[in-house]
């Protein structure tokens, strides 16, 4: 096995998981296309908008079972299941890594997989064959703190590991939930459009100065992202790729008009699975 990338997907509505749409028809070719390019992953360090903490925590559990960590959609979303093992081996491994680091972690021997981690895991290996730890972040930690963070788990993607930060592009929910909701194929808006422009040609260019200083720099920042809880796995989902790893957009689609489902791999390695996806 050779080292695999990193990965930031967006997970997008819960209704993901019951249509796919685009961004699901990516997602159900990215399993296979890591698996043939790099091997299957031993495991999944998953680290979500829905599972944050006041410090990082290890759901250590031998066993994850389905939340649905959401109410009012149709009977058939709660329904689904994706339940999988855990990596309690795994959380000891990271316990070190980070702790080498400075950075203090909990563990917890409990489990439950939010829905921006079994959305796309439902797709990538709809079987549950690999292994899953959670590690909840803190959302009011800075974007240098958890790209930094991300830094400390770079060893894992060289054993086999699959880093994945989940949460989505674009994230205003007011967009969605106001006096009338869009159609899932709305026309996308052109703030959403601008930001991700933006964040597309800084993650290419691997420009982490400005990409932690999005608040700032970036078009439409405060707009795209009122709270930033599910823009923030971006950053240690790149800081496992390395300090300086630029970042390649494998997916790029939009629904609603402003809920932006972009995928991206960071690292010398994601070339090569967008190569892999191509075929």
Do not use: K
């Not at 599972?51 to 959609?73: Q, Y």
């Not at 990596?87 to 939010?114: H, I, M, N, S, Y």
């Not at 420009?207 to 970036?218: S, T, V």
Request: net charge negative; with cysteine.
């Amino acid at each position: 096995m050779t080292r695999l990338p990193t990965l930031y997907l967006s997970h997008g509505s819960p209704m993901t998981a019951l249509e796919p749409g685009a961004a699901g028809a990516f997602m159900q070719r990215l399993g296979p296309a890591i698996d043939a390019r790099f091997g299957r992953p031993r495991a999944v360090l998953a680290l979500s908008a829905h599972t944050l903490a006041r410090e990082p925590v290890l759901l250590a559990a031998p066993r994850h079972e389905t939340l649905h960590d959401f109410s009012g959609f149709p009977e058939a979303l709660y329904r689904l299941r994706y339940d999988t093992a855990g990596a309690p081996e795994l959380a000891t491994q990271v316990q070190q890594l980070l702790g080498d680091a400075g950075v203090p972690v909990q563990r917890l021997d409990q489990g439950g997989l939010d829905h921006g981690i079994w959305t796309p895991l439902r797709y990538m290996y709809p079987g549950a064959e690999v292994p899953v730890l959670p590690l909840g972040f803190v959302p009011d930690w800075t974007p240098q703190r958890l790209h930094a963070f991300g830094q400390a788990l770079a060893p894992l993607a060289d054993e086999g590991v699959l880093i994945i930060g989940s949460g989505s592009i674009t994230h205003n929910l007011r967009l969605l939930f106001g006096s009338e909701r869009p159609p899932v194929d709305a026309p996308e808006i052109a703030q959403s459009a601008a930001f991700r422009a933006w964040v597309a040609e800084r993650a290419a260019a691997a420009d982490w100065g400005a990409l932690n200083d999005y608040r700032r720099q970036a078009p439409f920042a405060a707009l795209m992202h009122p709270t930033d809880e599910h823009w923030l796995p971006w950053y240690p989902a790149g800081g496992a790729a390395g300090l300086a790893a630029a970042g390649t957009r494998l997916h790029d689609s939009v629904t609603y008009g402003c809920l932006g489902m972009d995928a991206y791999a960071f690292g010398a390695q994601g070339q090569a699975l967008l190569q892999a996806l191509a075929h």
